[in-house]
Antibody, heavy 117, light 110 residues
Framework: QVQLQESGPGLVKPSETLSLTCTVS????????WSWIRQPPGKGLESIGY???????NYNPSLKSRVTISVDTSKNQFSLRLSSVTAADTAVYYC???????????WGQGTLVTVSS | QSVLTQPPSASGTPGQRVAISCSGR????????VNWYQHLPGTAPKLLIY???QRPSGVPDRFSGSKSGTSASLAISGLRSEDEADYYC???????????FGGGTKLTVL
């Protein structure tokens, strides 16, 4: 059974860079698509972007200028970096797996990141 | 503002049938299949329906999906209290080259 686990700081200062890592167990990261999704408090789910290790990452146009998603096959991990954060980036961040047809079939439990000084 | 439009809320009594709509455009629902997720507070979203009307193993047949043109619908029959959750449609958008979410529908079981 594939399992995903997000890790990273729960508190980030405004204007700094949010960095999260998703560790994948029970399967290889060298196949499938790997995504980041977030949910701000009281709002709906939003796709941040995805990556496949053979392809370039693809990002939500509204976040594209600030987002980088990368994959480390040696550690079976993929990562999210979101620069110049503001309070609007406060959210629960999820990592998830997709197969290209089913967008997200396995999810991490989510991690709350708060942007505050 | 979400690319896909869902009603913000829906409700029903136990045993009733409820339908949740998802409206899009030619670049998403009009040309790709629709997926539905159930999201309970504090948990990871769960895949309910994929490819318009397919249920993953373990999802009760009380849940069904359909699509017509640029709209889709999730139906829940025999409503139960444990169905109270947020429901999201998710579709690939050819113009954005990425997955897009509906705004979500909060289902209340009265």
């Amino acid at each position: 059974q594939v399992q995903l686990q997000e890790s990273g700081p729960g508190l980030v200062k405004p204007s700094e860079t949010l960095s999260l890592t998703c560790t994948v167990s029970g399967g290889s990261i060298s196949t499938y698509y790997w995504s980041w999704i977030r949910q701000p408090p009281g709002k709906g789910l939003e796709s941040i972007g995805y990556i496949h290790f053979r392809l370039n990452a693809n990002y939500n146009p509204s976040l594209k200028s600030r987002v980088t998603i990368s994959v480390d096959t040696s550690k079976n991990q993929f990562s999210l970096r979101l620069s110049s954060v503001t309070a609007a980036d406060t959210a629960v961040y999820y990592c998830a797996r997709g197969d290209g047809y089913i967008p997200f079939d396995f999810w991490g439990q989510g991690t709350l990141v708060t942007v505050s000084s | 503002q979400s690319v896909l439009t869902q009603p913000p809320s829906a409700s029903g009594t136990p045993g009733q049938r409820v339908a949740i709509s998802c409206s899009g455009r030619s670049s998403n629902i009009g040309s790709n299949t629709v997926n539905w997720y159930q999201h309970l507070p504090g948990t990871a979203p769960k895949l309910l329906i994929y490819s318009n009307n397919q249920r993953p193993s373990g999802v009760p047949d009380r849940f069904s999906g359909s699509k017509s043109g640029t709209s889709a619908s999730l139906a829940i029959s025999g409503l139960r209290s444990e169905d109270e959750a947020d429901y999201y449609c998710v579709v690939w958008d050819d113009s954005l080259n990425g997955w897009v979410f509906g705004g979500g529908t909060k289902l209340t079981v009265l």
